[in-house]
């Protein structure tokens, strides 16, 4: 039975559903070292955003399938090292979207009315209704930062509070903004203009330290800054100096540099609100990643394709969907061309034909390089490595769409060049979803993959056809099928035969020395 450590608090339910497949172990606060003597033993690894996924912690997993992030970032996990190793990462794009817009909602207005201070007195015994004179937030400036899932609800949520918003987010079209009645605008601007500020971007070196130093130095002073987004985007020093100086108005941090958070000043501030990453911390929420993530280490698990995988790049659940029936059919013609070739190639000619050729259909290409690297790598090689190890072997892959050739609704044609020369082949489906090898080096043949095949590349003679099954025949080798395919009469002429038995030793160059035989090549499908 496959098992799962889960390393940070999930709700149940995931536990549930990931026992459905596998034997479960909860072991939160784990330090690095411990994880890394007990990964070995685990397929999936199940987390939120305590567990740091290092490079060695990846290394170590050496029976790892998957690793599930029940949360949206995955900037605690190694994801390049993940993907070199063939380990697919997901995640809950969706699953705690509302629960952290809600947060950072939340938190605006708590800064705007002094909730915490104005709770903690009046539990104090003390009545200070002058000190607590708070700001409204109808008909202010809100400047969000990163207009995705979360950014675009909180912006929605702040306009019918009756707020004005300013977004920046380079990847949003001034469609999309319109749309959601956002004024887009750059960031000197959002900066100059906003009474408060909302960072809703993912951790990247772009947006490390986004708000430092010289940006704060562009804000009003009565600014009010809210980070829900990651720790990092804010310079944590800079904000406490700007914070302590009274430069800007306050701050509402949910996420910090260093979680959990250790000795800062941050804690001895009037002026700010801390929570300790509470961004997705609601039932609805919880569940919610769980259920997600659970089902996709199951899924995968059981053999299935995960729906949200962060590095498998193109293949979502409608692609995949419509692509299935080909991945197989691409990934045959992969293993095909690269024994026809030799093995060792150095260039992958993969033209996608017919119905195939649109850009959905990306995934074919690692389809195809999958079962190219098939012969060398066997399982190491998967959709989610196939594309890095073939640039590491110094595979050169072309990919080239031809939506005019339709003598199939879809074909998949590749070209490999290798230590055996340059060789192609093209493959379709039937309308059965049975594979058919449809061109062999550019002889038209149609037979179906198997097990054992033989190819022949040949003069188009008499008696060539009855000389090679003599020769199988006494070396007991059963024929299960054969075809010939030819351009003109007398030329040359591949002939395709599935074997039910695999080729003995030495029958190969024995079958070479035929006359007329100019090569001939053993596949194992
Ligand atoms: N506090 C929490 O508990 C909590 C919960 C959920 C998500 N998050 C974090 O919130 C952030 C947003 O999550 P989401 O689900 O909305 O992600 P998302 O991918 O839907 O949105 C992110 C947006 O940021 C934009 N962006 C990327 N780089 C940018 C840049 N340099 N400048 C401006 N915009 C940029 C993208 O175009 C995208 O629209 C992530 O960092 C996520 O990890 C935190
Ligand atoms: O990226 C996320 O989903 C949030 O940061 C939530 O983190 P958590 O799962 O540790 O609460």
């Not at 079209?173 to 960072?199: H, M, N, P, W």
């Not at 309308?431 to 033989?454: K, Y």
Request: charged content about 20%.
């Amino acid at each position: 039975m496959a098992k799962v450590l889960v390393s940070d608090s999930i709700d149940p339910v995931g536990v549930e559903i990931l026992s459905q497949v596998a034997q479960v172990d909860v072991k939160t606060g784990l330090s690095a070292e411990e994880i890394i003597q007990i990964i070995p033993e685990y397929d999936a690894l199940m987390l939120r955003s305590s567990t740091r996924v290092t490079k060695e912690i990846v290394e170590a997993g050496s029976k790892l399938q998957i690793i599930g992030r029940a949360g949206v970032g995955v900037d605690n996990i190694d994801v390049p090292a993940a993907t070199r190793q063939g380990i697919i990462v997901v995640n809950s794009p969706e699953g705690n979207t509302i629960a952290a817009a809600e947060h950072a909602l939340a938190m605006m207005l708590s800064l705007s009315r002094h909730i915490p201070d104005a709770n903690q007195s009046v539990k104090a015994n003390k009545w200070e209704r002058n000190r607590f004179i708070g700001t409204e937030v109808y008909k202010k400036n809100l400047g969000v930062v990163g207009l995705g899932k979360i950014g675009s609800h909180v912006a929605a949520v702040a306009r019918s509070l009756g707020m004005k918003i300013l977004a920046y987010d380079p990847f949003i079209s001034k469609e999309r903004a319109d749309q959601l009645g956002c004024t887009l605008v750059d960031l000197e601007l959002l900066f100059a203009e906003s009474d408060f500020i909302t960072l809703h971007v993912p951790k990247t070196p772009e947006t490390q330290h986004l708000i430092g130093r010289e940006t704060i130095a562009k804000m009003k002073p009565t600014v009010r800054i809210i980070n829900c987004s990651r720790g990092g985007i804010i310079d944590e020093l800079a904000l406490i100096e700007a914070l302590e100086s009274g430069r800007i108005a306050g701050a509402a941090l949910d996420v910090f540099e260093q979680e959990p958070l250790g000795e800062s000043r941050l804690r001895e501030l009037s002026n700010v609100i801390l929570t300790p990453h509470l961004g997705a911390s609601t039932t609805e929420a919880q569940v919610g990643v769980a259920v997600d993530v659970a089902e996709q280490i199951r899924d995968v698990l059981l053999g299935l394709p995960a729906r949200s995988a962060v590095n498998i790049p193109g293949l979502t659940p409608d692609v995949m969907e419509k692509l299935r029936p080909y991945l197989q059919l691409a990934e045959t013609m992969g293993n095909l061309v690269s024994q026809l070739a030799g093995g060792r190639c150095d260039s992958l000619n993969v033209r996608l034909q017919g119905e195939l050729a649109t850009k959905d259909s990306q995934p074919l290409v690692v389809a195809a390089i999958k079962g190219l690297l098939s012969q060398a790598l066997r399982e190491r090689v998967n959709y989610v490595n196939a594309a890095i190890e073939a640039k590491e072997r110094g595979i050169r892959v072309i990919e080239t769409r031809d939506a005019s050739t339709r003598d199939y609704s879809g074909s998949i044609h590749l070209e490999a060049n290798g230590s055996m020369g340059t060789h192609s082949v093209t493959g379709a489906l039937l309308s059965t979803g049975e594979i058919r090898i449809t061109d062999l080096d550019e002889f038209p043949i149609n037979v179906p993959p198997s097990n054992h095949m033989l190819f022949t590349l040949h003069q188009d003679m008499p008696g060539i056809i009855g000389k090679i099954g003599a020769l199988l025949g006494s070396f007991n080798v059963n024929i299960a099928s054969m075809q010939v395919g030819r351009k003109i009469i007398r030329g040359d002429a591949v002939m395709a035969l599935s074997l039910d038995d695999p080729l003995p030793e030495g029958l190969l160059s024995e079958i070479t020395k035929v006359p007329g035989i100019r090569d001939a090549y053993t596949v194992k499908l």
